[in-house]
């Protein structure tokens, strides 16, 4: 979203990506794994995340848990996609929202982290 139609490929296909959790029940969301997340790969990334809600598992009320967005560049993203875009960041928006027992909450970061390509 907000990515113009001439500014192929997309930024944000350019930057891999994991979701996962860590300590008493570390999984990996995106890629999807029941395992903790390795490094990011070509196989998830920002563009591929847009819209796409990813689904933790809750952690029981004696678990604590910690949510990690990892971003790596991927190798295909060179200087040769957009000679005239060097440095060019992408600020990043990240909504949560979680539901258990009929409660439901929703925590929101503005766009102020930034991913220099």
Known sequence: TGTPSWLT???CSLVDATIGTSGTAAVCAAPSSS?????PTSGVTLASLV???VTITPPTPAQTTTLTVTTARDPTNTTAHYPDL???????GETLTSTAGGFT???SWPTTQNIVL
Request: net charge neutral; proline share 19%.
């Open 9 to 11: 490929p997309a930024p």
């Open 35 to 39: 395992s903790p997340c390795t490094a």
């Open 51 to 53: 819209n796409t809600p």
């Open 86 to 92: 060097a440095g060019l960041h992408l600020n990043l």
């Open 105 to 107: 909450a929703t925590l």
